[in-house]
């Protein structure tokens, strides 16, 4: 990519959108437009401070508006991952932030976005798809103007992470998911069939970031606590990291083209199903892990 990428950051902090977020932040090749947050991994109220502390913690001066969003998915409510992530979301404590959310909620915000520079803002989605969903709902200026959404989400052609049918942040809102699947924008789906292949292992820390900045301290901190308070897990997995890797370099992917509708009921809620051919959805089913951690390493590095 030789320009800058317009993108807004839809996210549920969390441990790996956290290591997305300094990704994003320190990558050159991304004009981050804001983030807007949403209920998941955390409650909205965890997910939103979490974000505002990241941004205050790592990026001192910088102008990175943080949008509220959606508390609940579009039926029902969300089902929290403090068990994987920690206590408050992250599991390590940063400063209380300095900055306040944005005046405008998430899907104003999406909206504005999207219409300021029609056809040059991507959406990295890394939570559940309420708000993006709602962003689109009965706006086809909004759709036309989003060039891409890149998703984080998804379990095609393997097994879920919540269920043996689903990944979480699908399942955490089916419904948001299949109206983004069906809205026409142009989507990448990443999903465990990529991000299952792309981690950090235990035995690479305590240092799996070099140099002394601030977010290579941080996110060392989130990787040792997140394998401290799990013993028996072996791998970080780079599900929010890859969707952001790949937003800098397509190449990492190979995809099929799809048309992707989502479960919503039953034991099946939040399978996703590929029927390949034609479609706005690229599913992707294979990564250069290798590289992945590279990138993943060298922005959080420094
Ligand atoms: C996804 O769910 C969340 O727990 C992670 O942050 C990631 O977005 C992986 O299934
Ligand atoms: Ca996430």
Do not use: C
């Amino acid at each position: 990519m030789n320009h800058m990428q317009r993108v807004v950051i839809d996210t549920d902090p969390g441990t790996d959108d956290a290591l997305a977020l300094l990704m994003a932040l320190n990558s050159p090749d991304l004009r981050i437009e804001g983030i807007t947050t949403v209920g998941g991994n955390a409650t909205l109220a965890d997910t939103t401070d979490n974000a505002l502390r990241l941004v205050d913690h790592v990026a001192v001066g910088r102008d990175v508006p943080v949008a509220v969003g959606a508390e609940r998915p579009a039926h029902g409510s969300f089902s929290h991952a403090y068990h994987i992530h920690g206590a408050g979301g992250l599991g390590v404590d940063l400063p209380a932030a300095s900055i306040a959310p944005h005046r405008a909620d998430a899907v104003e915000f999406l909206r504005d976005r999207a219409l300021a520079a029609p056809g040059r803002t991507a959406v990295i989605a890394l939570g559940p798809l309420t708000n993006v969903a709602a962003a689109l709902d009965g706006r086809p200026d909004v759709a036309q103007a989003i060039s891409e959404i890149l998703v984080m989400g998804g379990a095609v052609e393997v097994s879920g992470n919540v269920t043996p049918h689903a990944e979480f942040n699908i399942y955490e809102d089916p419904w948001s998911a299949n109206d983004v699947f069906a809205s026409g924008v142009p989507v990448t789906l990443i999903g465990l069939d990529v991000t299952h292949k792309t981690a950090l292992h235990r035995d690479g820390g305590p240092r799996w970031f070099e140099g002394t900045s601030r977010a290579a301290l941080l996110a060392n901190r989130i990787l040792s606590n997140s394998f401290r308070e799990r013993p028996d897990v072996q791998e970080f997995y780079l599900h929010d990291p890859l969707a952001v890797a790949a937003a800098i370099e397509p190449e990492l992917l190979t995809h099929r083209r799809a048309q992707v509708a989502v479960e919503t009921d039953g034991e099946e809620r939040g399978q996703t199903v590929a029927s390949y051919g034609d479609g706005p959805v690229k599913v992707a089913l294979g990564v250069d892990a290798v590289r992945v951690v590279e990138v993943v390493r060298s922005l959080i590095s420094n």
